[in-house]
């Protein structure tokens, strides 16, 4: 039986690759609002599902953050329609996709 050891909330987080740390390999950070947690991975595998899994967190939690914002108030596009909230959540995915294709530039060849 596995017990939730803790939460962050994803509001406003990225998610960098970091390297190996100290006696740590595998490591990522997840930056929120108040802290920066640095986590690790027992192998780049699930280093690569780690993150990828965070990120689409982050990406639905900013949908959902949106949609609820829309609902509230329709003046969150611009003059040419585009919601500037959704383009800045996928300048951070593509900026986080390309931190894994760097640091695992085999698994991502068509990256480069």
Known sequence: D?????SF???NATVDLIGDQEDREN???VKTQSRTYILSA?????LENWVKSIV????????IFEKESEED???NLNENGTDQQ???MFYNLIESY???????PNRYPHAN
């Open 2 to 6: 596995q017990s939730v050891a803790g």
């Open 9 to 11: 909330d994803l509001e």
């Open 27 to 29: 490591c990522f950070a």
């Open 42 to 46: 027992s192998d780049s595998s699930e």
């Open 56 to 63: 689409k967190s982050i990406a639905i939690h900013q949908l």
């Open 73 to 75: 108030d329709d003046e």
């Open 86 to 88: 959704n383009i800045s």
């Open 98 to 104: 390309s931190n894994l294709a760097e640091a695992y």
